[in-house]
């Protein structure tokens, strides 16, 4: 019985992330969360103010989302918002936002 709790926990862990690998569509359904105020698929509205996240390079969008996620960069809604994010997901998101045109 002592071996069981250790052995069920690290067979849920195991399983946890092939969960998420399984959804070919994680990546645009969690970046699909940006379009309120980045716009479909990363096109943001002309003179709207907002950063239009398609097509910019991932290692940018990503150091944007950490500067924000750590509080570096100043914002009034984005250092919330990328803090609710895994470093993981963040990185499917900047991922697809940078395969946009």
Sequence with gaps: MKLFVPLATACLLATAGTAHAADPHLARNLA??????????????KGSGMDALAGMEKAKILQKLADYKSGDKPASIMHQIAKGYTEAQLDLIAGYFAAQK
């Design 32 to 45: 699909a969360t940006c379009a309120n105020c980045h716009g479909t698929n990363g096109h943001a509205v």
